[in-house]
């Protein structure tokens, strides 16, 4: 079968840092994306994995371990405008996203 | 350029009634996608199209019918509206090399 976990909810400070954790077990690997979105909003292109590592774009960075069947989206120096959800999605064997149930981040004051 | 465009953005349904939601891109993407997100859960796929002339089923196509006539218009219909289709429906677009997915504003559908 095909499944991709992630935490439901997580809430952090305003200025820390956060990990969004992700791991996941598909039928085929061509790479892991992480998107955002706002509540009533579609969602938005964040980040692409392929090879294992991390990549970094601004405040945002993604991490790839294939190996594992891990990944985790970290966010630094946290706004209130990064209250959202985080949604992890492989691309799998059949050229489609699977995606899962995504992570609700909550930034308080 | 637009991006990818829905309508309609809200839609209320009775339950067998008929209805397309139509999707639009400009970017000359070959891959297209549908997809349903109910509250609390992930982007489920409906449909997808690698091109003109292509369809294809994703996870949960049961209800659904797609064309794909043209490059830009991937529309999805419903022909007999049921309360379990009731949901935000997202259509995306993707270049070949499907690095990512370019997703419309949505549709709220809501069957009564």
């Known amino acids: 079968g095909q499944n991709i976990d992630q935490p439901t909810e997580m809430t952090a400070t305003e200025g820390a840092i956060v990990q969004i954790n992700c791991t996941y077990q598909?039928?085929?690997?061509?790479?892991l994306f992480w998107y955002q979105q706002h509540a009533g909003e579609a969602p938005t292109f964040l980040s692409y994995n392929v090879l294992d590592g991390l990549e970094e774009k601004g405040r945002f960075s993604s991490f790839l371990s294939r190996s594992k069947g891990y990944s985790y989206l970290l966010l630094k120096e946290l706004q209130m405008k990064d209250s959202a959800s985080y949604l992890c999605a492989v691309w799998g064997s059949q050229g489609n996203l699977i995606f899962g149930k995504g992570t609700k981040l909550s930034v308080k004051p | 350029n637009a991006g990818v465009t829905q309508t309609p953005k809200f839609r209320i349904l009775k339950i067998g009634q008929s209805m397309t939601l139509q999707c639009t891109q400009d970017?000359?993407?070959?891959?297209m996608y549908w997809y349903r997100q109910d509250p609390g859960m992930g982007l489920k796929l409906i449909y997808y199209s690698v091109g003109a002339g292509i369809t294809d089923k994703g996870e949960v196509p049961n209800g659904y019918n797609v064309s794909r006539s043209t490059t830009e218009d991937f529309p999805l219909r419903l022909e007999l509206a049921a309360p379990s289709q009731t949901s935000v429906y997202f259509c995306?677009?993707?270049?070949?090399?499907?690095?990512?997915?370019?997703f419309g504003p949505g549709t709220r559908l809501l069957v009564l």
């Open positions: 970017m000359n993407h070959n891959y």
């Open positions: 598909t039928s085929g690997f061509n790479g």
């Open positions: 995306a677009s993707s270049p070949p090399t499907q690095e990512t997915q370019y």
